[in-house]
């Protein structure tokens, strides 16, 4: 058995084999790619730092001996925080592109998803705060690839306010031709747009307040071409219902052409279309209405435009939702900076990890399963389940 997991690692040790080490050569005992992919698996196996690593590694030390260059043992935690602290996190997801390049081209196939969803978004780790330094608590943005389960980048932030700044950075690292970016009314900026369409994609923003005049001369024109019925403007409707755990909710999803009235339509590059998404809720005989608006750069295709805006809820409630309650990320209380984003970073591709198995479980039980059993953790890892 231990050669078979060796040759499997031998395969995820390739994927580092570019990554700079970033610690003096005296402090380098351990190899820095044997150090990085058992951080890897430890988080898999439910590791929330590096204190839980190092009591995974020890645990481990035989199977770990015999499937990675390790002259001088199983590191302790001080390696672990060493190198996650000496590691700057754009080099260090770097470090995954190969290996995010083929899960995602695997997913494609599997798929047959042509035109993916990559919703960018932030969030915020609630208690890695550290008042005492002055250090704000964790907020990142990033790319969801919603069809394939795949966090594909991120990119730490200020706080919120300051996504505008991060989410162009964050283009930069994701290959985003032929998909359809979704983004919050925060980040529906000239700019941004402009640097989709440049990159060679499509864009779907929504658009709230901070595009006051622009917003309200969408509504009124939503609303004037509703009440003539949406006729003769090239309008598609499309409708979906959903029951489940009380709740009964109707989605009405309308797309038209942009017309070029609007006020800055000359400065929106790429715009082609609007859209509307009504969403009308009963819970517990209690109805609710949340009316939405966007601007796209897709031509009228309502089906098409519908999955876009229900990929992008996807990474609220597949993967935000998950890094909270699977994975407790708000709980942690990493202070580090470095150590506490590329921490960040580990969770979200172990996610895109565990969301490759094919297995039925719960991604809570997927993580258990590879913390109890060996070959069910490789099997995640190397993405062998025959």
């Known amino acids: 058995m231990a050669a078979e997991r060796s040759v499997g690692l031998d395969e995820v040790v390739r994927y580092f084999a570019a990554l700079e080490d970033p610690r003096s050569s005296v402090n380098r005992r351990h190899p820095l790619v044997s150090v990085v992919v058992i951080a890897l698996m430890a988080v898999l196996a439910?590791?929330?730092?590096?204190?839980?690593?190092?009591?995974?590694?020890?645990?481990?030390?035989?199977?770990l001996l015999a499937a990675l260059d390790l002259p001088h043992?199983?590191?302790?935690?001080?390696?672990?925080?060493?190198?996650?602290?000496?590691?700057?996190?754009?080099?260090?997801?770097?470090?995954?592109?190969?290996?995010?390049?083929?899960?995602?081209?695997?997913?494609?196939?599997?798929?047959?998803?042509?035109?993916?969803?990559?919703?960018?978004?932030?969030?915020?780790?609630?208690?890695?705060?550290?008042?005492?330094?002055?250090?704000?608590?964790?907020?990142?943005?990033?790319?969801?690839?919603?069809?394939?389960?795949?966090?594909?980048?991120?990119?730490?932030?200020?706080?919120?306010s300051n996504e505008i700044t991060a989410i162009p950075s964050l283009l930069k690292l994701v290959d985003i031709r032929g998909a359809i970016i979704t983004i919050d009314a925060i980040g529906t900026q000239k700019a941004i747009a402009g640097d989709i369409i440049d990159r060679g994609g499509d864009y779907v923003l929504a658009l709230k307040g901070n595009q006051g005049t622009l917003h309200q001369a969408v509504i009124d024109h939503l609303d004037e071409q509703m009440e003539r019925g949406l006729k003769n403007v090239g309008a598609r409707r499309h409708v979906t219902k959903e029951t489940g755990h009380g709740r009964e909710e109707t989605r009405t999803y309308i797309q038209l052409p942009a017309p070029d009235t609007l006020p800055g339509f000359d400065q929106w590059r790429g715009l082609q279309s609007l859209g509307l998404v009504i969403a009308e809720c009963v819970r517990d005989g209690k109805p609710t209405t949340e009316v939405r608006y966007y601007l796209s750069s897709l031509a009228v295709g309502v089906k098409r435009f519908a999955r876009a805006v229900r990929g992008h809820w996807g990474i609220e409630n597949t993967c935000h939702w998950s890094l909270d309650v699977t994975y407790r990320e708000d709980e942690s209380r990493i202070r580090d900076e470095t150590v506490r984003e590329n921490f960040a970073w580990l969770n979200r591709f172990t996610l895109s990890l565990l969301k490759q198995h094919p297995s039925r479980h719960s991604l809570a039980m997927k993580r258990r399963s590879c913390g109890w059993n060996d070959h069910f953790l490789m099997q995640v890892l190397t993405g062998q389940t025959g």
């Open 46 to 63: 439910g590791a929330g730092g590096p204190t839980a690593i190092a009591r995974w590694a020890a645990l481990k030390e035989e199977w």
């Open 73 to 160: 043992g199983v590191p302790g935690k001080d390696v672990f925080l060493r190198v996650l602290g000496a590691l700057k996190p754009d080099a260090f997801q770097v470090g995954f592109a190969e290996w995010l390049t083929s899960l995602r081209d695997a997913a494609a196939t599997a798929t047959g998803v042509d035109q993916p969803v990559l919703a960018i978004d932030g969030k915020t780790a609630r208690r890695s705060h550290d008042r005492k330094s002055g250090l704000g608590a964790l907020h990142s943005v990033s790319a969801w690839a919603s069809d394939f389960g795949l966090t594909l980048a991120q990119v730490a932030c200020d706080d919120k």
